[in-house]
């Protein structure tokens, strides 16, 4: 009876132990990068709002003035982070749209843009659904990234794929 107690409990830290809660990191943008206003009214769109409108992506271009974003209606499932298939078919619309490489800004709520400041954990780096705009400029501050007051509109081109997108 021992014996049995024991191999069930030694098969259940042997499951455990092998999952993976991890961010993929292959895709992420890499370097500094300073937020626009109209950078900063995007993100705050995809970051801020109720439970049930679940930000997917969000893509800058590798020039850093265009930006991809993707978000789903959320009918009650628990919130997740995308994995690297996920991540590359969304990375593959933006490159293919703006005809140049697409990087990792953020997954779901989790910023994921290594500037060397940013620890880029689920804990850390994550951003609240219910923040306000100066929630999210403090945490993007605390995070590394300069924030500025120039608003580079003809400069910023912002997609938004539809669901459409790529269906023939």
Known sequence: M??????????????NGTISYAVPNNYNGKGSIIISKNMLEELFEYFIGPKSKQPEIFLISEDKSKFYKKSF?????????????????????????FKQNCNLFANARVI????????????????????TKEDLVISLNELGFEISDVNNVDEQNIIILDKNFGKN
Request: aromatic share 14%.
């Open 2 to 15: 021992k014996i049995k107690i024991f191999f069930t409990i030694l098969i259940f830290f042997i499951i």
């Open 73 to 97: 209606r959320n009918y009650g499932q628990k919130s997740f982070i995308n994995g690297s298939g996920n991540i590359k078919r969304h990375k593959l619309k933006c490159e293919i749209k």
């Open 112 to 131: 994921v843009w290594d500037n060397g400041i940013n620890p880029m954990k689920k804990k850390t780096s994550s951003i609240k659904y219910n923040s």
